[in-house]
């Protein structure tokens, strides 16, 4: 197949995928009805709180068009801006605070919904009911002075909209407010991505009859905001309940500087994400991934205290390019679709793939009668003798240790030397207990003249957590692979897939 097939294809899929991981319109209504709703009660006329004329506006992934369907037990999270009509000089952080605050506790509605009762270090929190899967942050903030970003660079029409929090933590200490710039920031993101943005409004203007400005932000997506949407969802597969996992607003802006307007999902994620790297900058030698409304916030800021977590950056970003590279050179939609489970996840990789299959009439990639026998097709590869019943996830990473130092490694990635010690780590969504279970097998004549071909599943040598790690060593030319497999209660629930590593 030609490569322009293979991308229009692959665009169609991973534009599925967004879609299947996409919030539905719904719930932006419902959040806009919510926080609006909020609005209404803070501007109720001879309150306290209405001569200081409350607004409240969206800021966050809703406002952006980039939130996802929450996993497992997670909410929907919407964040909300409440802006006063107040100056530093007459209100401090704690007050204001306390008037927003003190306003919500005076509806019996919201003073029940109010988790925690004292407010949070930065918002006031409504929690809903427990069906709807929902709760609004709610933010106190008052106007800041802008001409300082201005003579920084920044636009006016971005500038304007600077803000100062509040920040339980800098309330007793002789520091200036806490600044934000969410509206800017928004405002920002969608010059980004303007022209398919208003191409693809008018085109849903046109087939709903509508004006176009009728049509609300929230039911167009643009290939920026699909891919940011996948990125993030493939940061938590693979980083699931990991806290020093890539922060969304580094993704968000590092995505935003790279995309150009290209008009395909997949061909913008292969052009995004070398050019991701590149958007960190390094200032006086510390890292900076710098606030586009706000070029003296560094959103990079905790990785000089905290290096695991630039570490697992860049290491995410490698595995994402390896990712698109293995979807581009895969030969058939089921190999596709192995792909989907391990980059996102079963439920939604199952669904993308059979939405496509649906659209095409299996047609494209779907040839079953030229699909290439399984490298992973062995005979002495062992075949589980639990009952499968995928109901979690485990995947895994890997290390090599060469001339003393040790890097990381990625599944079927470039040949490594003999001699090179390995270490594998699992992680995995069940809780305990489990059993862990491996399976190594290697190919090849060097191998099998020595009677290494392997291809047993045996148990961890360790119990508990340590049993979530396995090494190994590059002793025989070929290509070898490890898969681990969790078992509880007789079942087999999670399993990895092949993690290949080729061996010169």
């Avoid at 303007?194 to 290939?223: G, L």
């Avoid at 699909?226 to 993030?232: I, N």
């Avoid at 860049?314 to 590279?325: G, K, N, V």
Wanted: charged content about 25%; some cysteine.
């Amino acid at each position: 197949m030609a490569g322009s097939d293979r991308t229009r294809e692959l665009n169609h899929i991973l534009d599925d995928l967004a879609e299947e991981l996409d919030v539905p319109p719904s719930k932006y209504e419902e959040a806009i009805s919510r926080y609006e709703a909020v609005g209404k009660w803070l501007n109720e006329e001879g309150t306290a709180l209405a001569r200081f004329r409350p607004v409240i506006y969206a800021q966050g992934s809703f406002a952006l068009g980039t939130a996802v369907k929450p996993q497992g037990d997670e909410e929907y999270d919407v964040d909300a801006v409440c802006l006063l009509d107040l100056r530093k000089k007459d209100v401090s952080q704690q007050r204001l605070k306390d008037m927003v605050g003190n306003r919500l506790k005076e509806s019996q509605l919201y003073a029940r919904m109010l988790e925690p009762k004292e407010g949070g270090r930065r918002c006031w929190t409504i929690q809903y009911a427990d069906e709807s899967k929902f709760h609004l942050d709610i933010l106190p903030a008052i106007a800041d002075e802008y001409q300082w970003l201005v003579t920084m660079g920044v636009p006016l029409n971005l500038a304007k909209h600077a803000i100062c929090i509040t920040d339980r933590e800098t309330w007793n200490m002789a520091v200036d407010w806490p600044k934000s710039n969410p509206k800017g920031y928004v405002q920002w993101f969608k010059t980004r991505m303007q022209i398919v943005f208003d191409e693809r409004r008018r085109v849903i203007a046109r087939e709903s009859r509508a004006d176009v400005q009728q049509v609300p932000d929230y039911k167009v997506r643009t290939p920026l905001q699909r891919a940011v949407q996948l990125l993030k969802r493939h940061r938590d597969v693979k980083y699931n309940g990991n806290d020093d996992k890539p922060i969304s607003i580094i993704i968000t802006t590092l995505a935003g500087h790279a995309y150009n307007n290209e008009t395909g999902l997949f061909e913008a994620l292969q052009s995004m994400l070398p050019k991701m790297r590149a958007g960190i900058q390094t200032r006086g030698g510390v890292l900076w991934a710098p606030n586009p409304v706000n070029p003296g916030e560094n959103f990079a800021d905790k990785w000089a205290e905290t290096p695991l977590k630039r570490e697992i950056f860049f290491e995410w970003l490698a595995s994402l390019e390896e990712f698109h590279r293995r979807l581009l050179g895969a030969r058939d939609i089921h190999k596709v679709g192995d792909l989907l489970v391990e980059g996102y996840g079963e439920k939604f990789g199952k669904q993308a793939l059979e939405q496509y299959a649906a659209r095409s009439g299996s047609r494209g990639l779907v040839v079953a009668e030229n699909r290439l026998p399984s490298r992973f097709n062995v005979q002495h590869c062992a075949k589980p003798t639990w009952p499968v019943h995928l109901s979690n996830r485990v995947s895994l990473g890997g290390q090599y240790k060469h001339n003393g130092q040790w890097q990381s490694l990625h599944a079927d990635s470039r040949p490594l030397p003999k001699g090179c010690g390995l270490l594998f780590h699992a992680d995995t969504d069940v809780p305990g207990p489990f059993s862990v279970f491996w399976q190594v097998v290697n190919t090849g004549d060097e191998a099998q003249a020595v009677s290494q071909l392997r291809g047993q599943i045996f148990p961890s040598k360790t119990a508990g957590v340590g049993g979530l790690t396995q090494k190994e060593a590059t002793a025989y030319k070929g290509t070898h692979w490890i898969e681990c497999f969790i078992v509880k209660d007789g079942k087999c629930i999670a399993r990895s897939g092949e993690y290949v590593v080729n061996i010169q």
